[in-house]
Every structure is written in structure tokens, then in C-alpha cells.
């Protein structure tokens, strides 16, 4: 767990755009928490404003995909000849090498949440725009998707996403594979995050950079909603799924009861990592341990 303040980042200024650099891509195997230097392949994120009036001068990211959501104000994205509206709650994705423009049309900042990284296999195949009011997909019973327990999803992901945690809820604990950065970033509210034995304050202006293989959970103790913004990148998981997808041959039971037994192992040792003792997991777990070894054989 690595939390870092926007205005304790280094700020960058270019082309009329303010740019407060996070978090970046370390430099080795080991996150750097002093520097900022902890993601696996999202190369920068950090808060981004525009000034009133403002039009910033054309940009483009060679070989980086931009995602951008919309914390406060109001303005339009330029992509050619195409003028996007742009307002609280929106977030969009534009493709790597296209040459874009930001502009503020209110009366005070227009700031951003924002993260630049490498093309990844499931991006939309070009500038992609949404609002968290628009309608999202339904499961296959249509209901909502709401995430871990209280976790709940306010827009579609282009990137990034706004979410909620209700008063007095908290998400459901969870972990994911290895190399998947995880950021949360805390627009209104105050809260907790939880990872291990520890918790540690959430407030606005604090991003939250998780290690995948860590259960945690963000906890909403007040009275008030919990409006976060998070944002999440596996490009470099999926191409290994894709690569694996590809080479696979014919799974043996043994190799299937192998892959398994990893699996079991891995949870098994996330759970025991929180020092938690829940009642019945650790004899339900012996007992998925002596069916996985009877399958072995």
C-alpha cells in the first residue's frame, strides 16, 4: 500500500496544461514509494488541470493510450475536427498517437484524473467517451453490476472509472493476479483503507497504489457516500492470457489438478498473509487440500 497527495507530486507544466505526476513506472522490480516509481506498466498518473479560458496547444502520446476522467468542471476534448463535451463524471480514452486538445469553457478548473500507458488487447479501437449517467450492461439476471459487495460502479470503465461506497459499508476484501496496477483515488468523502492488519485514512487528493497480490477493501465509516476514482491496468496480464490461450494444448488431470492445487495455495497463502482467523476456513481449506491430493494420484 503506497498513498501519495497530488500536491506532494512533482508538477509539470506544458502546452497551457498543469500536470501532477503521482505515481510512475518503476524503475527495476521494486516499487520506490519516495519517488512515485511503483507501477508494473502504467507509465504516468497523476491529477491534470486546465485553467478558465483556457485551450491547451495540440499533444499527442506516441505509444501511449490516454485515460482521463473528469474530477470537477467543464470543458471539450479536440481530436481533429471532432469537439467532445466534457463534465463532471465523464471519462474517455484516446488511442496512442493521436493528437488531441483540452479545453475549459467554465469559470473555474477543469481537472483530471488521468493515467498514460501502453496499448493493451481489449482497448476500444479509438477515442471512446462516456458519462457515469449513461446507461451501463446488465448481468444476465439485468441487474447493475456492482463490483465487491459494496463497491458500486457509477460509469463505464474506459480507463478509469467513478465509483461509490454507501455510508457506514465497506468493499468486499479481494486481491488480484501479479503485475495488474491498481489505483484508488478518493474525489469526495472521507474513508479507510484496509490491507492486512493495517488501515490507513483516505481523503480527497490521496491516490492509493496497491500491490495485486494484497487483500484490501476501501470502508466508508461515516454518514456521507464515498465517491472514488479508480483506475486499473492489465495489459501486460492479458497478453500473457492471450499468449498462454494461444500455445495451449491438451490439459492432462494431473496438470489440471496441479493447476488447481497452485491456485488453492495462492488464495490460501493471501489469507493467511492478514493474520485473520475466520471460523471454518482453515479446516475447509485442509479439506480442499486432501481432495486436490487425492486427484493428484
Request: contains cysteine; charged residues 25%; aromatic residues 10%.
Amino acid at each position: 500500500m503506497i498513498m501519495r497527495h497530488w500536491m506532494d507530486s512533482p508538477i509539470f507544466t506544458y502546452g497551457r496544461l498543469r500536470e501532477w505526476r503521482i505515481f510512475t513506472r518503476r524503475q527495476g522490480d521494486l516499487p520506490n514509494a519516495e519517488t512515485g516509481q511503483v507501477c508494473f506498466e502504467i507509465n504516468t498518473y497523476g491529477r491534470a488541470v486546465v485553467l478558465p479560458g483556457v485551450t491547451t496547444e495540440p499533444a499527442t502520446h506516441s505509444g501511449e493510450v490516454v485515460c482521463m476522467c473528469v474530477a470537477s468542471g467543464q470543458g471539450a476534448v479536440h481530436l481533429g475536427n471532432k469537439k467532445t463535451e466534457i463534465r463532471e463524471g465523464s471519462t474517455f480514452f484516446i488511442p496512442a498517437g493521436a493528437r488531441h486538445r483540452f479545453q475549459n469553457t467554465g469559470d473555474r478548473e477543469l481537472e483530471f484524473v488521468f493515467s498514460r500507458r501502453e496499448p493493451s488487447p481489449s482497448d476500444p479501437k479509438g477515442f471512446d467517451h462516456k458519462h457515469w449517467t449513461e446507461d451501463r450492461p446488465r448481468d444476465q439476471w439485468g441487474a447493475l453490476f456492482q463490483g465487491h459487495w459494496n463497491h458500486v460502479y457509477r460509469g463505464p470503465n474506459t480507463g478509469l472509472h467513478i465509483g461509490d461506497i454507501p455510508a457506514r459499508k465497506f468493499s468486499h476484501p479481494h486481491n488480484h493476479p501479479p503485475t495488474i496496477d491498481e489505483i484508488w483515488y478518493v474525489n469526495k468523502g472521507q474513508g479507510w483503507h484496509w490491507m492486512r492488519q493495517e488501515y490507513h485514512p483516505h481523503t480527497p487528493g490521496y491516490a492509493l497504489w496497491l500491490d495485486p497480490s494484497e487483500l484490501h477493501s476501501l470502508m466508508n465509516p461515516g454518514n456521507t457516500d464515498i465517491e472514488y476514482i479508480y483506475c486499473a491496468s492489465a495489459a501486460r496480464w492479458i497478453r500473457e492470457q492471450a499468449q498462454k490461450k494461444a500455445e495451449k494444448t491438451p490439459t492432462a488431470p494431473a496438470a489440471i489438478a496441479a493447476a488447481l492445487e497452485q491456485r488453492v495455495s495462492a488464495l490460501a497463502a493471501a489469507y493467511r498473509k492478514t493474520g485473520l482467523s475466520i471460523f471454518g476456513v482453515d479446516q475447509n481449506l485442509g479439506e480442499v487440500e486432501k481432495l486436490i491430493k487425492a486427484l493428484k494420484k
